[in-house]
């Protein structure tokens, strides 16, 4: 099974910004998808980003448009999720998921999508 390392979370004001990482490692990870999820308490799992990885397409949820991007690096499995003009309404556990896959669609990925999650990583946003 593919291992998912997360890092970047925090605590920031409002419309302040954070940069998420996630790195796969284990199993061998050469093509497939990682995607990003957050949770806020009481609340479900929630799509915000994917990634094909190492191919160059990506989908962001309508919602997250112009705040949220996000990116891959170029030499290993890994993605970044940019955030800024963070909001209250932001804060929650954020996840990276990953799958392999030979195949990107662009649309909202359930979490029942994905079968390798990372530990989630605090985002905090508050004045």
């Known amino acids: 099974q593919v291992q998912l390392s997360e890092s970047g979370g925090g605590s920031v004001q409002p419309g302040g910004s954070l940069r998420l990482s996630c790195t796969a490692s284990g199993r061998a990870f050469n093509t497939g998808i990682m995607a990003w999820f957050r949770q806020a308490p009481g609340k479900e799992r929630e799509f915000v980003a994917a990634?094909?990885?190492?191919?160059?397409?990506?989908y962001i949820a309508r919602s997250k448009r112009g705040r949220f991007t996000i990116s891959r690096d170029n030499t290993k499995p890994a993605v970044y999720l940019q955030m800024s003009s963070l909001s209250p309404e932001d804060t929650a556990v954020y996840y990276c998921?990953?799958?392999?896959?030979?195949?990107?669609?662009?649309?909202?990925?359930?979490?029942?999508?994905?079968?390798?999650w990372g530990q989630g990583t605090q985002v905090t946003v508050s004045s």
């Open positions: 990634r094909a990885w190492p191919a160059d397409s990506s």
């Open positions: 998921a990953a799958k392999p896959s030979t195949w990107f669609s662009q649309t909202v990925y359930s979490p029942h999508d994905f079968d390798s």
